[in-house]
């Protein structure tokens, strides 16, 4: 299974970007699924997540600017990220807990990444 994501790019703060993440191929089933970021020299930490019914969950540096969203019928998931100020600068992952068929377990996949950059 691969995920693609996309949507980021170059931004001044205040500014807002949206990104995407779509599976690449007919799935039987996935079930959380979320954003991961990682700036130079850190680790790779969780932005956001969505559980098949919809529950969400932020990371505290994020509540209140990022909203977290999936549309099953296109097996994507959604970051839009408003107010954005430059310590958000990152590679931003999408990560999916996929069942590929019903008798599959489900497996952890990994999007590509995608650079977020926000000046000052």
């Known amino acids: 299974v691969q995920l693609q994501a996309s949507g980021g790019g170059l931004v001044q703060a205040g500014g807002y970007l949206r990104l995407s993440c779509a599976a690449s191929e007919s799935i039987f089933r996935i079930n959380d699924m979320g954003w991961y970021r990682q700036a130079p020299g850190k680790q790779r930490e969780l932005v956001a997540a969505v559980t098949s019914g919809g529950r969400t969950n932020y990371a505290d540096s994020v509540k209140g600017r990022f909203t977290i969203s999936r549309d099953n019928a296109k097996n994507t998931v959604y970051l839009q990220m408003n107010s954005l100020k430059p310590e958000d600068t990152a590679v931003y992952y999408c990560?999916?807990?996929?069942?590929?068929?019903?008798?599959?377990?489900?497996?952890?996949?990994w999007g590509q990444g995608t650079q977020v950059t926000v000046s000052s």
């Open positions: 990560k999916a807990a996929v069942q590929r068929l019903k008798i599959d377990v489900s497996l952890d996949y």
